[in-house]
């Protein structure tokens, strides 16, 4: 069973920042894709960014393009979501993904989930 611990969540004002920590265990950590999601309250899941096992390919939601950044650190098997210019509807629990790309189909499924990480954005 994989395990993935989110950290960085918190409580920051509208206009700030936050880094969102994922750290996975072992395995072969580069030959996945990880994911962020969050859900805010009320809310469904709702997908927010994507990155390739090498790093190289990024995908994001609508909602994060041009204030998240996804990264990742194989050499750490971690993988980070950084969020500049938070406003207050990105509050939600954030939660990691780990999944695994089909170049078949041009899409991934995620398999193994963290608990999430609380960022709160106020007004």
């Known amino acids: 069973q994989v395990q993935l611990v989110e950290s960085g969540g918190g409580l920051v004002q509208a206009g700030g920042s936050l880094r969102l920590s994922c750290a996975a265990s072992?395995?072969?950590?580069?030959?996945?894709?990880m994911g962020w999601f969050r859900q805010a309250p009320g809310k469904e899941y709702e997908f927010v960014a994507r990155?390739?096992?090498?790093?190289?390919?990024?995908v994001y939601a609508d909602s994060a393009k041009g204030r998240f950044t996804i990264s990742r650190d194989n050499a750490k098997n971690t993988v980070y979501l950084q969020m500049n210019s938070l406003k207050p509807e990105d509050t939600a629990v954030y939660y990691c993904?780990?999944?695994?790309?089909?170049?078949?189909?041009?899409?991934?499924?995620?398999?193994?989930w963290g608990q999430g990480t609380q960022v709160t954005v106020s007004s």
């Open positions: 990155i390739s096992g090498s790093g190289n390919r990024t």
């Open positions: 072992g395995r072969t950590f580069s030959s996945y894709v």
């Open positions: 993904a780990q999944g695994t790309y089909y170049s078949s189909i041009g899409d991934w499924t995620s398999d193994y």
